[in-house]
C-alpha cells in the first residue's frame, strides 16, 4: 500500500484575489462568516490590541525532566512557543505527519455561497459536515476539508472550530471558547495514533482532536466543548435546510478541491497510515463506526450493521437512543473523485425522547418512522409528516470515524453487535 499524498508545503501559498476554483467564475460568495480575522475578539472590542495581558490557568503541574524526555522523542521544539514542561502524554507518542505547522493551512475568513452555485461543483451524494446552532446552518464540504482539516468560524454567534483528520475519518467540531478566551486552532503538523494533533494560536497548547484535550503545554488537561454535527450527502443538507450556508472554495489558497489526496485509503483491512499504538482486532482497522460517549460510557455501531438495519433504539448510561443510518452519501477517501467514490451511508443520532415522549423508530420505504404517532423523521432528526411534522429531535454528539483510531483512545467500548 501507497502512503497517502498529503499536501505538501509547497501548495501553502495563498492568493489575494485569486480562489482556487479559477474553472467555476460564477461560485461568488454570498455571505462571509465572522471568523477570527472578520470579527474583533471580545478582548479588543473592535480597538486595537489591548493593553493587559491576558492570564491563562494551567492545570497540570511541570514536569522537571521534560526536557530530557523531550530529546529523546521524535519531535522538536524548534519554532514553539508551546510550554513544553506540562504535557498529559508521553512526547515519544507523537511524531511528524509530514507537512509542517501550517502546511495544512486552516481556513481562518470562511465565506459561504448559496445552494446554487455548488450544485456546479458538488455531487448529491457527496459528503459535507453538516452543523447548526442557533438556527445558523451550515454545510462544510469535505472536498474541502481535506486540504484544511480545520475551518475557524462564527455560527449562530459561536466561535466554533470545524475539524476533519482524513487518517481517522473523524469530523468534529468544537467550541472555541475556553475559560472566557476565544481560540483560533490550526495544525500543528504532528499525529498522535494517526489523530490530528491540533494547536491555537493564544497558548500554542497542542490539542489531540479525536477528545478534545489539551496534550501539551499551557493548557494541557483541559477540554474543549464538543458540538453536535453529522456527515451527510449534500443532497440531504440541501433538503433538510432550504436557508443553509455553503463553504465556498474562495479560500484564498490553489488546491485540487474535488480530489481525494488519500486515494484508496479506507479500505476496511488496510492497515492506518502512521499509527503506532495497538490495534483492537475487535473489528477490522478501517471499519467505519458511529461513536458517542454518555456519561463517560462510550459505545460503537459499526457501519455494516447500521446498513442492515438502518435504525438503532438503543440506551446508554440510562438514556434512550436512536441511532438512524441512510445509504447514498459518498466517502471522501476512496476514488480520486470524491463525486465519484463509493457510497457508504451516513448516521444521525438523536435522543428518544420528546416533549417528555419516549419513542422507538423502524424504518421504512428509506425514511424513518416513530412506532408511537406514525411520524416520518429525516437524517437530520426532523420530523417532515404526521402529527409531528416540523417537530426536531435534539441531535447527540456522535462521529463517524474509522474503528483503529477510536479503539486506540476509548479501548473500553461497547460494540453494538446488532438484533441478531
Not at 12 to 33: F, K, L, Q, Y
Not at 382 to 408: C, M, Q, R
Request: glycine share 10%.
Amino acid at each position: 500500500d501507497t502512503a497517502p499524498r498529503r499536501a505538501s508545503p509547497a501548495q501553502t501559498a495563498s492568493t489575494d484575489n485569486e480562489s482556487a476554483e479559477t474553472t467555476n467564475p460564477d461560485d461568488t460568495p454570498t455571505t462571509e462568516s465572522n471568523g477570527p480575522g472578520a470579527t474583533p475578539s471580545p478582548e479588543t472590542n473592535g480597538t486595537e490590541a489591548p493593553s493587559k495581558t491576558i492570564f491563562f490557568t494551567s492545570i497540570i503541574d511541570p514536569d522537571p525532566n521534560f526536557e530530557e524526555e523531550l530529546r529523546s522523542s521524535r519531535i522538536s521544539a524548534n519554532g514553539w512557543k508551546t510550554d513544553f514542561s506540562r504535557h498529559t502524554v508521553p512526547f515519544n507518542e507523537l511524531f511528524s505527519g509530514g507537512p509542517p505547522r501550517y502546511g495544512i493551512p486552516p481556513i481562518d475568513n470562511p465565506k459561504f455561497t448559496t445552494f446554487k452555485n455548488p450544485d456546479r461543483w458538488l455531487d448529491p451524494l457527496e459528503p459535507v459536515i453538516a452543523f447548526e446552532l442557533n438556527g445558523d446552518s451550515r454545510a462544510y464540504p469535505l472536498q474541502i476539508l481535506i486540504w484544511h482539516e480545520i475551518v475557524n468560524d462564527v455560527v449562530g454567534g459561536v466561535p466554533v472550530a470545524v475539524t476533519f483528520c482524513p487518517l481517522c475519518n473523524s469530523s468534529i467540531v468544537f467550541e472555541r471558547t475556553l475559560d472566557g478566551v476565544v481560540h483560533d486552532f490550526g495544525t500543528s503538523g504532528k499525529l498522535r495514533r494517526s489523530d490530528l494533533v491540533m494547536w491555537d494560536r493564544q497558548t500554542e497548547t497542542w490539542w489531540q482532536q479525536l477528545t478534545g484535550e489539551g496534550i501539551i503545554g499551557t493548557l494541557a488537561g483541559k477540554k474543549l466543548n464538543f458540538l453536535p454535527a453529522s456527515v451527510i450527502s449534500w443532497s440531504d443538507f440541501k433538503t433538510a435546510n432550504p436557508e443553509g450556508k455553503v463553504l465556498s472554495r474562495h479560500t484564498g489558497f490553489v488546491r485540487d478541491y474535488g480530489e481525494n489526496s488519500y486515494e484508496g485509503y479506507d479500505r476496511a483491512d488496510n492497515p492506518p497510515f502512521l499509527f503506532d499504538g495497538d490495534l483492537d482486532g475487535r473489528l477490522l482497522p478501517k471499519e467505519r463506526v458511529a461513536t458517542i460517549v454518555i456519561d463517560n460510557t462510550a459505545a460503537a455501531f459499526p457501519s455494516t450493521i447500521l446498513d442492515g438495519e438502518r435504525v438503532v433504539n438503543y440506551e446508554i448510561s440510562g438514556k434512550k437512543i436512536v441511532v438512524f443510518f441512510k445509504p447514498g452519501t459518498r466517502s471522501a477517501l476512496d476514488g480520486l473523485l470524491i463525486g465519484d467514490s463509493q457510497e457508504i451511508g451516513s448516521t444521525g443520532v438523536f435522543e428518544a425522547v420528546l416533549d417528555g415522549q419516549a419513542l422507538t423508530f423502524r424504518s421504512e420505504g428509506g425514511t424513518f418512522v416513530d412506532n408511537e404517532t406514525g411520524s416520518v423523521w429525516n437524517i437530520v432528526g426532523t420530523a417532515t409528516e404526521g402529527p409531528l411534522a416540523g417537530k426536531t429531535l435534539t441531535p447527540i454528539v456522535h462521529d463517524n470515524t474509522f474503528w483503529f483510531a477510536w479503539g486506540s483512545f476509548r479501548p473500553d467500548t461497547n460494540i453494538y453487535q446488532g438484533l441478531g
